[in-house]
T-cell receptor, first 113, second 114 residues
Framework: GENVEQHPSTLSVQEGDSAVIKCTYS??????FPWYKQELGKRPQLIID?????GEKKDQRIAVTLNKTAKHFSLHITETQPEDSAVYFC????????????FGRGTSLIVHP | GAGVSQTPSNKVTEKGKYVELRCDPI?????LYWYRQSLGQGPEFLIY????????DSGLPNDRFFAVRPEGSVSTLKIQRTERGDSAVYLC????????????FGPGTRLTVL
């Protein structure tokens, strides 16, 4: 089955800095890669996703890049703000079968004011 | 419109008891997923429904766990003879259909087995 590795487990930055979270996956059939933000005690919320037919997608301060050859994808947050502090999860989903995403273990992002 | 809802938000039970957790997906979403999330971990897949049928139940840890979705909308996750290791947050998610893939999560049910 799919295996997703996510790094780092914890990331501490100063307000205004950029933050980068990286994930690797093992199943070359995976073609959909969502990123979720989960605040303490809240539900995971989709913040951005990318499909394998594109290499980059951007939404305001958030961007995701995908390297299919190397089987890794990354989340980039620019101009971080304290409200960006949360746990971020990446996931990889293969189109064949049941569209079940495999999640990474999460990155706790702390943005210091 | 209304998002995914789950009840109860918290459930405390004793070892050996039976529990039911409910999920109300977004109206019109045919796909429904159950996950389990332990502290410091990402969501772990349990079961996926497409309509009324379980399309994939490979994530259910053992036969104490069972889920239904009789009318293709509300789903119930049932856990028999609960064990302390079952303590976790149980998340439900729904998506419009398998092609879309984007999943919307509910707030979860925090299950504590004493």
């Amino acid at each position: 089955g799919e295996n997703v590795e996510q790094h780092p487990s914890t990331l501490s930055v100063q307000e205004g800095d950029s933050a980068v979270i990286k994930c690797t996956y093992s199943d070359s059939a995976s073609n959909y890669f969502p990123w979720y933000k989960q605040e303490l005690g809240k539900r995971p919320q989709l913040i951005i996703d990318i499909r394998s037919n594109v290499g980059e997608k951007k939404d305001q301060r958030i961007a995701v890049t995908l390297n299919k050859t190397a089987k890794h994808f990354s989340l980039h947050i620019t101009e971080t703000q304290p409200e960006d502090s949360a746990v971020y999860f990446c996931a990889a989903t293969a189109s064949g079968g049941s569209y079940i995403p495999t999640f990474g273990r999460g990155t706790s992002l702390i943005v210091h004011p | 419109g209304a998002g995914v809802s789950q009840t109860p938000s918290n459930k405390v039970t004793e070892k050996g008891k039976y529990v039911e957790l409910r999920c109300d997906p977004i109206s019109g979403h045919t796909a429904l997923y159950w996950y389990r999330q332990s502290l410091g971990q990402g969501p772990e897949f349990l079961i996926y429904f497409q309509g009324t049928g379980a399309a994939d139940d490979s994530g259910l840890p053992n036969d104490r766990f069972f889920a239904v979705r009789p009318e293709g909308s509300v789903s119930t996750l049932k856990i028999q003879r609960t064990e302390r290791g079952d303590s976790a947050v149980y998340l439900c998610a729904s998506s419009r259909d398998r092609v879309t893939d984007t999943q919307y999560f509910g707030p979860g049910t925090r299950l504590t087995v004493l």
